[in-house]
Every structure is written in structure tokens, then in C-alpha cells.
Nanobody
Framework: QVQLVESGGRLVQTGESLRLSCAAS????????MGWYRQAPGKQRELVAI???????TYADSVKGRFTVSRDDARDMVYLQMNSLKPEDTAVYYC????????WGQGTPVTVSS
């Protein structure tokens, strides 16, 4: 049973940085893709950043140049380094992994105050 557990979300000020972590467990194989989605209040869940096993990354336009997704496959971890945070980055951030099916974490809240 694959489980994803996020950590690192908290309240920050505009312009500050934050790093989210996600620990995956329960898989004997490397995930095809790992990354992050987010859902702001009253909005649909959206892609933030994904990194494939081969190293291909995809970012939402709104975070390009500010956020960086990375993986440590030896430890089954995925990270999201978030710099220059803005109030519009406020959301619950969900860890995502794909291996024949999609897996989701429970989410970690990030609040950016102005």
C-alpha cells in the first residue's frame, strides 16, 4: 500500500521561502512521476510541479522561476522549494506520485500573508 506523507507547510510572509517534503512508502519500484499539486480555497486542484523518473520537469506558469521540484529516489522523497512566495500561492499542497495509478498525500497547508 503506497502512502505519501507531506510536511513543511506553514504560515509565511510575502517574499519568504519554504520547502515542502513528501515521503513515499510502500512501493518496491521507482515512481514514474512525483510532484506537487495545490488547491486554493474555492478553486480546483491544479498542477504545481512534476518531475519524471527520467528528470523531465513540468511547472505551472505561475510558479516558473520561483519553485523547484526535486526527487531523491534512493529515499523515495520529493521536495518543493518555493521562493519569492506570494499571497496567491496560499493553498493546500498535495504530494502526488504515479506508478500504474495515481497516489495522493493528505495535503499540507501553506499560507502566505501580505
Amino acid at each position: 500500500q503506497v502512502q505519501l506523507v507531506e510536511s513543511g507547510g506553514r504560515l509565511v510572509q510575502t517574499g519568504e521561502s519554504l520547502r515542502l517534503s513528501c515521503a513515499a512508502s510502500g512501493s518496491n519500484f521507482a515512481f514514474d512521476a512525483m510532484g506537487w499539486y495545490r488547491q486554493a480555497p474555492g478553486k480546483q486542484r491544479e498542477l504545481v510541479a512534476i518531475r519524471s523518473y527520467g528528470g523531465i520537469t513540468t511547472y505551472a506558469d505561475s510558479v516558473k522561476g520561483r519553485f523547484t521540484v526535486s526527487r531523491d529516489d534512493a529515499r523515495d522523497m520529493v521536495y518543493l522549494q518555493m521562493n519569492s512566495l506570494k499571497p496567491e500561492d496560499t493553498a493546500v499542497y498535495y504530494c502526488y506520485a504515479r506508478l500504474r495509478m495515481d497516489y495522493w498525500g493528505q495535503g499540507t497547508p501553506v499560507t502566505v500573508s501580505s
